[in-house]
């Protein structure tokens, strides 16, 4: 199933791959598409977490590489639960994303953070 991708009158993308998620490359690979059919870019993404997901190998290497600096300018997870986060924080030793990247509890903390990553017009109409 695709995942759910849309633009906050923030000017912030949210992605949202469901609970218990199989992400695959081709999932990726659309939520860009639609991110920047959506938002100027690049712009910062907020993903959402939930469950236990299933991410292969080349979802990490292409999260990792620089196929995402040309249209996200910043990533924060909203991970629900302990198990996320330290999965996350692992997935970090090994897979360090080329643009900043941070892990939260809940979205008014990861929004506050991505602010700073806003383009100026971006920031003026949110």
């Not at 490359?25 to 639609?34: G, K, N, S």
């Not at 330290?86 to 970090?92: A, I, K, N, Q, T």
């Not at 939260?104 to 506050?112: G, I, K, Q, R």
Request: charged share 15%; with cysteine; aromatic share 10%.
């Amino acid at each position: 199933m695709r995942p759910r991708v849309w633009l906050g009158a923030d000017g912030i993308v949210r992605v949202d791959h469901g609970n218990d998620p199989l992400i695959t490359l081709e999932d990726i690979q659309w939520a860009v598409t639609r991110q920047q059919e959506l938002a100027d870019c690049p712009c910062p993404v907020i993903v959402f977490g939930s469950g236990r997901p299933s991410v292969p190998p080349e979802v990490k290497r292409y999260l990792s590489g620089p196929a995402l600096c040309g249209v996200t300018s910043a990533l924060a997870y909203v991970l629900e639960g302990w198990y996320l986060h330290h999965l996350f924080r692992l997935s970090l030793l090994y897979n360090r994303p080329q643009i900043p990247c941070f892990a939260f509890s809940n979205e008014p903390d990861a929004v506050a953070w991505l602010q700073r990553y806003l383009t100026p017009p971006a920031r003026q109409a949110g």
